[in-house]
């Protein structure tokens, strides 16, 4: 529960503006998507949320993630059911997020970027450092990010069944997408 406030909190004060920072440098998506993907000889098994706030402050280069486990979509409800139950514990850990940082981000170039993140990514309340090589759009006065990187399944102790091992991959492939408009205050 205190990790859960400690979220809140982080995000409410990365939106909230100050005296040095103005608005006009906050864009925020509150539908990022996220998809993850495993490839088994059995089974593939795919999800997808399309539930995702993020957060990017271009003054400072910062990015931050917020996401409901519970918000995957699945192709077959059984495997949404293992996912939210046997493996993530959504009821114990329901939020997965991310704090980081855009290496060399040009938020003046209306150009294309490619640039790399650096930061810390929590998934049931174990905090692993992460790089991940984003790309950047910038259209009409909103960014797109785009990127995939791979994560260790036995890095955030997911428990897997012996039985069940060959079903799963040790590494599942994410993909992602935010949108960002400007944040305005009201």
Do not use: W
Request: glycine content about 4%; hydrophobic content about 40%.
């Amino acid at each position: 529960m205190n990790k859960l406030l400690f979220i809140v909190f982080f995000i409410v004060s990365f939106i909230s503006t100050d005296n040095n920072i103005e608005a006009s440098s906050k864009f925020i998506t509150r539908q990022g998507q996220v998809s993850f993907f495993s490839y088994t000889n059995v089974e593939n098994i795919e999800a997808k949320n399309n539930q995702v706030l993020s957060i990017i402050d271009l003054s400072k280069n910062e990015i931050a993630i917020s996401m409901l486990m519970n918000a995957f979509v699945f192709e077959k409800a059984l495997m949404r059911d293992h996912f939210n139950e046997s493996y993530i514990e959504s009821d114990l850990y329901p939020k997965a997020t991310f704090e980081g940082e855009i290496i060399g981000f040009d938020p003046n170039t209306q150009e294309d970027q490619t640039k790399l993140i650096k930061g810390k990514i929590t998934i049931r309340e174990i905090t692993k450092d992460i790089e991940v090589k984003v790309k950047i759009d910038y259209n009409e006065g909103k960014y797109v990010f785009n990127g995939s990187f791979e994560l260790v399944v036995q890095d955030f102790k997911i428990k897997i069944p012996p039985i069940l091992a060959p079903n799963i991959a040790k590494t599942i492939s994410v993909q992602f997408k935010f949108e960002y408009q400007p944040y305005e205050l009201s």
